[in-house]
């Protein structure tokens, strides 16, 4: 990777992602069979005005007009999962040649189109028939996912190289085993949800050992937890060690926590601290899972769509700090937190020393098509902006962070909330299945010819912005200091108040604004005085100033000489200069009269 500290190192990867039952549709076509998802929406009082993603973006038969959308926005990478039912339509055993080619298919698209693809081998639709069987809560869930990663890479893997296993255990877990939002519905005694989620990690390690075994390529290998991110709310040292320690702590009964999820992948046990908060609901294990377990991976992926601050209490813990009134929120009310993107690679990235992919960012708004038929998703582009230039600056800080995927590419069925929340990149008309992208796809596929460099116009304005008076009166000074006008003329012509403009300006530049006007007047006069035989009325006037009186007073003021022994002085100087001071005259005040 070249140029660290600039920006985003070239090659660095800009995609965008989905999911298969979020997107796909095509419930039970070509023999596919139902997943936990098709059960699930069936039944009554699960998902926002019974929604399901039975048809949902219809990818299924339109992939090829989405992968050319993909193409015109610019994405370097795709991020997208395979449905394990579409494959093997009771889990294990026959395989459905037509799901296959499906993603064959799309594979072939999406290279063609000059797109890399990045499979994910489990994004939640767990064949319904595996669910009969305990589903994660069976011991025997490893080896069937083993045995269906098998077939996905035996088949894609001379043209697929970025693999990610699972995608947040933490919620499908945790919302189908503990609280019964998401599919199989249950909520089991913590022992059994931590049961099933030691069953997921054998699995990703069994998934990772048979990439590597049955790659055609050199392939590339990750997973994408979903840890919540803690974020100091000052760059105190106390704070910073605040966030820390929530980012690495493992909270009882909660499954939200990074490292009861991220230790045994990377180091191959459970953190002693959650071993400890859990007691006696820890699962059983042997200690052999944990050489199934820890697999070398090439990258740690990071889903991250908000923060929470953070401030170190009087005994130096984690105190939540509570989110100022009017602070933006998503439609699901997550608190929009930029430094995320900065915290969370660098703290995951300082906790297991691998490089980072964002693999998925998002958030998701009320959008529409406005009367000129476009979608105009400020508050999306805002977000980027913001996101963005909080991962540019964990990555120009040394962080290897290599890519990052928006979620989404287009609006799609978000789960128990249905077509409510839409995160694309594209908007979807579900009535028509019409795509439109959105301004923020437009924006993005700016922002990814440029390789990010066109976030640069945002990082100045966004170091210390000058607000609007302050800028416009330094840029009427500059150009009108030879009229008369003062503070309060300024001000009438800025249309503000004199005071309020004269406490901006302080707080900007630091100084204040009468006596910068009457600086830049007595530097204009000295111009003028410097001139060969000019007279000083004619500084007076070309200084803005009303009247001699006046000018000599203020000039004497600021230089320590009247104007004439300052012409004298200059004159004799550029006759005889001093060897080494050349320049003395200019600075008076250094020059006794
Ligand atoms: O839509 C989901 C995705 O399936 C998993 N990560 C979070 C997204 C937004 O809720």
Known sequence: MSDMHSGFPDGFIWGAATSSYQIEGAWDEDGKGPSIWDRFTDRENTIWRRHHGRVACDHYHRFRQDVAIMQQIGLGAYRFSISWPRILPEGTGKVNKAGLGFYDALVDELLAHGIEPWVTLYHWDMPNELFYRGGWLNPSSPKWFADYTAVV??????????????????????????????????????????????????????????????????????????????????????????????????????????????????????????????????????????????????????????????????????????????????????????????????????????????????????????????????????????????????????????????????????????????????????????????????????LIATNGESLQKYLSQDANPPPYVVKESLKYIEANIHEVFNVKSLAAKLNCHPDFLSRRFKQYTGTDLSSYIRQMRIERARDVLKRPGALIDEAVEQSGFSDRIHFTKVFRKLTGLTPGQFQRQFQSMMESPPDGVGLKAENPRSTSS
């Not at 990703?204 to 937890?225: C, D, L």
Request: net charge negative; with cysteine.
């Open 153 to 446: 890479v035996e088949r894609l893997s001379d043209r697929v190289k970025h693999w990610i296993t699972l995608n947040e255990p933490q919620c499908f877990i945790g919302l189908g085993y503990q609280t019964a939002e998401h599919p199989p519905g249950l909520q089991l005694d913590f022992s059994d949800v931590l049961q099933a989620g030691h069953h997921t990690l054998l699995a990703h390690g069994h998934a990772v050992t048979v990439i590597r075994e049955k790659a055609k390529q050199k392939p590339n290998i990750g997973w994408s937890p979903a840890g919540s991110i803690y974020c100091p709310t000052s760059p105190s040292l106390e704070d910073v060690k605040a966030a820390r320690q929530a980012t690495q702590a493992v909270y009882p009964k909660g499954l939200w926590n990074n490292r009861w999820w991220g230790d045994p992948v990377v180091f191959g046990h459970y953190p002693e601290e959650g071993l400890r908060v859990y007691g006696s609901n820890a699962p059983r294990f042997k200690d052999s899972d944990f050489e199934t377990i820890k697999q070398p991976i090439d990258f740690y992926g990071c889903n991250i769509f908000q923060g929470v601050s953070v401030y170190a209490g009087p005994d130096g813990n984690p105190v939540p700090a509570e989110l100022a009134p009017g602070k933006p929120l998503s439609l699901y009310e997550w608190n929009q937190a930029p430094d995320s993107l900065y915290w969370g690679p660098r703290l995951l990235s300082e906790m297991y020393k691998l490089p980072i992919v964002i693999t998925e960012n998002g958030v998701s708004i009320g959008d529409q098509i406005s009367h000129d038929g476009r979608v105009h998703d400020s508050v999306r582009v805002d977000f980027l902006i913001d996101h963005l230039l909080a991962l540019k600056k964990a990555i120009s800080e040394g962080v290897d962070v290599r890519g990052y995927f928006h979620w989404s590419f287009m609006d799609n069925f978000e789960w128990q909330e249905g077509y409510k929340h839409r995160f694309g990149l594209v908007y979807v008309d579900y009535e028509n299945q019409e795509r439109t992208i959105k301004d923020s796809g437009f924006w993005y596929q700016e």
